[in-house]
């Protein structure tokens, strides 16, 4: 590529997302499960999606590396640039070529994740082989033990030669890192890796994961429900509801001072051990069904805010200051969060 | 393990038959001094109205009967697994088109199809049988590594396989065939045994392997005609089918308990 012609990297992002929409046939109707997503990730940056279940989180992710099953379809309008190549025009090949190798990609259950009938050594070195083909069976092992041992798994010579059934589940999850940063990707995708792991490893594979995105300076885009995960790791938070992004803010901004009410509401959730013995904070009700987003704001049904304008119009995404947006009215009429408040105490 | 043993020993002997047979299975002995012959210490299983030696025969009979029975459960195999791999991974319209293919070969009566092949086929050597029975036998097994394959494309290791940048053959080559393997040597082993009963039943209408070349079903036709005069003639080349068959089949059972988990410990 010339660099003459390409904006300094510095400036143009790794990964740009406009307006995504990706939506599944069901029997209940077309489910939008992301509907009009943008945002964009520098290389080296942490960007983290939080978001409770059934939000899109996941679909999201699947979107980005076209690895949706074949009920789905990504709107013609959705653009994905990534390295300033547009992903949405890539043949098969072409996506081959990013798969696996400029983009990584760790799922959420290693166990289910994984080959059951192929020893992790040879799990590692198969994506070694794809995309390096020249390179000789030997040196794909050799590598793919290198692999593990940088992902700390203790006796990695041996445990290579081990199927996945014979590792525990923080293993399995360092085999997956292994495998997904093979070929030192640019971006790593992570679809909550650490939700099937018990606290303390959890807590390791965090770890790791920083301890690897200094040395190998690739961008991570995190997808969690898990907020404490969030703070511990994002640069951003981009917080999704009901398909859509509802919040978007560099990580300390968004935790000193959230915005949208799913956000607050979210963040008042979490258990706080200095209050022992207190009821849990919840939002009452449930994300509504993608087949049938409500009209105006999606979250307006759950939200103690909400006033008629919530019902009559569906909220943009307000700029509350730089690189901190949030897709909620009060943005526009700030006053209403104060008369709500006290009225409800 | 007894099934296992004896489908061993069956083996074993039609490999080394040649050598451990008393005499030429394709040798007339003596047409006018030893024809017809009951068992006696020199002719265990007695002689047929050729004046051959019945086990020599049926120990040579074994090798084209196995040899038949693997190598067509082997073709049909393979061509039922690429085809109902190829199907259950591609799924929609090619999945419909190839397996609405299966399901009207199938509605072909199969004993009637062969009959009909190997009544126009002329001199039929054991090679043309194992095609033509391999030929006529993948569509069941192309239907279960079909369902097999519907089931396993789904798993999170086939997006994770797709993730890293691999094709969708070798995604369905080198990660969900292997997976789906287990209940397919059930039912290649299953088949070895249906296979050797058919070779059997052909052989004896005279359309599977042409005599003087002995197989089990063409050594009990030598002596039909005369059953209860020659009763050893259809006696002991149908122990031999019946242990064979029996121990294949205990051996298929054996390895269907043992590859699902849920009568493992019945088992």
């Known amino acids: 590529m010339s660099a003459g012609l390409a904006t300094p990297a510095s400036a143009a992002p790794l990964l740009s997302v406009r307006d995504l929409r990706t939506s599944f046939r069901t029997d209940s109707g077309c489910a939008r499960a992301v509907d009009g997503v943008s945002f964009s990730l520098r290389t080296g940056e942490t960007v983290c999606i939080v978001g409770e279940s059934g939000c899109g989180k996941t679909a999201l992710a699947l979107s980005l590396l076209r690895l949706l099953p074949p009920t789905a379809t990504i709107a013609p309008g959705s653009s994905v640039e990534f390295e300033g190549r547009d992903l949405m025009a890539l043949d098969a090949s072409g996506w081959r070529a990013v798969r696996g190798a400029r983009i990584g990609m760790v799922f959420q259950d290693a166990m289910t994740a994984l080959d059951p009938v192929i020893r992790v050594g040879d799990q590692v070195a198969e994506v070694v082989r794809i995309h390096t083909p020249a390179i000789a069976p030997g040196a794909a092992w050799a590598r793919a033990v290198d692999l593990l041992t940088l992902t700390g798994i203790p006796g990695p010579a041996d445990r290579a030669h081990q199927y996945p059934h014979e590792l525990s589940g923080g293993m399995r999850q360092r085999v997956m890192l292994a495998i997904a940063l093979a070929m030192h990707p640019a971006l790593l995708i992570a679809d909550e890796p650490t939700t099937a792991l018990d606290i303390t490893v959890q807590a390791q ?53 959230p915005h949208h009410p799913y956000a607050t509401g979210l963040l008042r959730a979490l258990p706080d051990l200095s209050h022992p013995g207190d009821r849990l904070a919840v939002i009452p009700g449930a994300v509504p069904s993608a087949t049938d987003w409500p009209r105006g704001c999606r979250f307006r049904e759950r939200c103690a805010f909400a006033w008629s304008r919530c019902e009559a119009e569906h909220p943009p995404l307000y700029a509350i200051s730089a690189g901190h947006e949030s897709r909620c009215h009060l943005a526009a009429e700030p006053g209403r969060r104060v008369v709500t408040a006290a009225s409800t105490a | 393990m007894a099934g296992l043993a004896v489908v061993v020993a069956v083996v074993v002997v039609a490999l080394v038959a040649p050598l451990i047979a008393p005499y030429d299975a394709v040798a007339q002995l003596g047409i006018d001094t030893l024809k017809s012959r009951p068992p006696s210490l020199a002719h265990p299983f007695g002689t047929d109205p050729l004046s051959r030696d019945v086990l020599s025969r049926v120990l040579l009979g074994s090798r084209v009967s196995l040899a038949v029975a693997a190598l067509s459960v082997l073709t049909a195999t393979t061509l039922g697994t690429v085809y109902g791999a190829v199907a259950g991974y591609a799924g929609g319209r090619v999945d419909d088109l190839l397996m609405r293919g299966v399901d009207a070969a199938l509605s072909i009566p199969r004993v009637l199809l062969l009959i009909t092949v190997l009544a126009l086929w002329g001199h039929v050597s054991a090679a043309v049988l194992i095609v033509v029975i391999g030929c006529t036998g993948w569509l069941s097994v192309s239907r279960l590594v079909r369902s097999e394959v519907l089931g396993l494309r789904s798993r999170d290791w086939v997006t994770a396989a797709r993730a890293l940048g691999a094709t969708p053959a070798r ?75 029996m121990a294949v089949n205990v051996v298929g059972d054996g390895l269907r308990a043992a590859a699902d988990p849920r009568r493992r410990h019945v088992a």
Do not use: C, K
């Not at chain 1, 190998?216 to 429900?225: E, K, P, V």
């Not at chain 1, 640069?235 to 560099?250: F, H, Q």
């Open chain 1, 205 to 257: 594979i965090l770890a790791l994961l920083g301890e690897l995105q200094r040395q190998l300076g690739m961008a991570i885009l995190f997808i969690t429900h898990d907020l404490g995960v969030a703070a511990a790791l994002a640069d951003r938070v981009i917080v999704m509801y009901a398909g859509e992004v509802v919040e978007s803010a560099p990580a300390e901004l968004f935790f000193a001072e």
């Open chain 2, 171 to 245: 995604t369905l080559f080198r990660h969900i065939l292997p997976n789906a393997l287990s209940p397919v040597i059930v039912s290649a082993t299953l088949g070895v045994a249906n296979v050797i009963l058919l070779e059997a039943g052909l052989s004896f209408l005279g359309l599977g392997v042409q005599p003087p070349e002995p197989s089990w079903g063409n050594v009990m036709q030598d002596g039909a005609d005369q059953i209860r005069a020659l009763w050893w003639m259809s006696v002991f080349p149908g122990l031999a089918i019946l242990i064979t068959v």
